[in-house]
């Protein structure tokens, strides 16, 4: 029996934050990360000097000024979903009218229905984007817990610089749970519409479902 989950196993993971590391990750090689999910600014939509005033800030407070590492990913979202979800149905119904149970066969016409007309309204195409705050460095074995202690606080400070700096040119970033680390992993693995700033799997979908949500 697996004791890691397969995003443990195929990402590699290591640790996951609680309490006071809430949000911090470790990997195998001992390196730690934190992640931010920034909200684009309507940039074209603004006058010229006040784009110029965007970027100025912006370089003089993050690039100028950042001597460590980070990762930015933009990541599409719900694309295709349209045909992913004709595809889904296709399978799903098929599996459940071989099954000639009336009353569940009725209950999944009805879930589907609201389904479409869910993702329709709520699961629009857009682009996320997320800040991959990271730090590595060589642990010995001896005072591990306090080495890893010292990472943490560094590590904090960085997130601190990188909010700092966003804020600054007017994004705003929000550093994301240990929970919504693990939406974003299970994102790659299972079938998911992004609604509400939340991956949501089928799980979810008949959680809302059954709450009635429009």
Same mark, same amino acid.
């Given at each position: 029996?697996?004791?890691?989950?397969?995003?443990?196993?195929?990402?590699?993971?290591?640790?996951?934050?609680?309490?006071?590391?809430?949000?911090?990750?470790?990997?195998?090689?001992?390196?730690?990360?934190?992640?931010?999910?920034?909200?684009?600014?309507?940039?074209?939509?603004?006058?010229?000097? !006040? *784009?110029?005033?965007?970027?100025?800030?912006?370089?003089?407070?993050?690039?100028?000024?950042?001597?460590?590492?980070?990762?930015?990913?933009?990541?599409?979202?719900?694309?295709?979903?349209?045909?992913?979800?004709?595809?889904?149905?296709?399978?799903?119904?098929?599996?459940?009218?071989?099954?000639?149970?009336?009353?569940?066969?009725?209950?999944?016409?009805?879930?589907?229905?609201?389904?479409?007309?869910?993702?329709? !309204?709520?699961?629009?195409?857009?682009?996320?984007?997320?800040?991959?705050?990271?730090?590595?460095?060589?642990?010995?074995?001896?005072?591990?817990?306090? *080495?890893?202690?010292?990472?943490?606080?560094?590590?904090?400070?960085?997130?601190?610089?990188?909010?700092?700096?966003?804020?600054?040119?007017?994004?705003?970033?929000?550093?994301?749970?240990?929970?919504?680390?693990?939406?974003?992993?299970?994102?790659?693995?299972?079938?998911?519409?992004?609604?509400?700033?939340?991956?949501?799997?089928?799980?979810?979908?008949?959680?809302?479902?059954?709450?009635?949500?429009?």
């Amino acid at each position: 029996m697996l004791r890691k989950k397969p995003e443990e196993l195929l990402f590699h993971v290591k640790r996951k934050g609680k309490g006071e590391e809430e949000g911090i990750w470790m990997l195998e090689d001992d390196s730690i990360f934190a992640v931010l999910e920034a909200t684009p600014l309507p940039f074209y939509d603004f006058k010229k000097t !006040k *784009q110029k005033e965007i970027i100025d800030k912006f370089n003089h407070n993050f690039f100028k000024k950042l001597d460590f590492p980070v990762e930015i990913l933009i990541r599409p979202v719900n694309a295709n979903i349209e045909k992913k979800i004709a595809i889904m149905d296709s399978l799903l119904s098929y599996n459940i009218n071989k099954t000639d149970r009336p009353k569940l066969i009725e209950y999944y016409e009805s879930f589907i229905k609201w389904f479409k007309q869910y993702a329709s !309204k709520s699961a629009k195409p857009k682009f996320v984007y997320y800040v991959v705050v990271n730090y590595n460095t060589y642990y010995q074995k001896r005072n591990f817990e306090e *080495q890893y202690k010292n990472s943490i606080n560094i590590l904090k400070k960085r997130v601190e610089f990188v909010k700092g700096a966003f804020s600054s040119a007017g994004l705003k970033t929000k550093q994301l749970t240990t929970r919504e680390i693990e939406k974003i992993y299970d994102s790659f693995l299972r079938i998911h519409v992004y609604s509400d700033g939340n991956y949501l799997m089928p799980t979810d979908w008949i959680n809302l479902y059954k709450k009635g949500v429009k």
